[in-house]
């Protein structure tokens, strides 16, 4: 269920629904975290961070992402923990 919240929030924040998308995506963050799945978890926060830049909000993009890259330090996902940093680097060089 978490996994298909996930993509309903990022549906909703393709179609400019920033709020539900939001609130869809902690939801699964939640879960994700309460079952144990971190890197789920860490996947799901840098979904946070897409719908906060898609929203205009740099900032929180950038928390959202931080907070990611550093699950994905944490779980040994060199790959995934490179792609943030250069997302970040984007985020922070517009």
């Keep these: ?3 298909a919240r996930v993509f ?4 909703q924040s393709l179609a400019s629904q920033h709020d539900p998308a939001n609130w869809t995506i ?5 879960e994700f975290a309460h079952l144990g ?3 789920w978890s860490a996947h799901a926060i840098e979904y946070l ?3 906060a830049e898609r929203a205009g909000q740099a900032e929180a993009a950038v ?3 931080t907070a990611s890259q550093d699950q ?3 779980l040994g996902a060199t790959r995934d923990e490179e792609l943030l940093h250069n997302r ?7």
């Design 1 to 3: 269920m978490a996994r």
């Design 8 to 11: 309903l929030g990022e549906a």
């Design 26 to 30: 902690s939801i699964a963050v939640q």
């Design 37 to 39: 799945h971190r890197h």
């Design 49 to 51: 961070g897409q719908a």
């Design 63 to 65: 928390n959202w992402y």
């Design 72 to 74: 994905y330090r944490n």
């Design 88 to 94: 970040l680097l984007a985020l922070l060089h517009q």
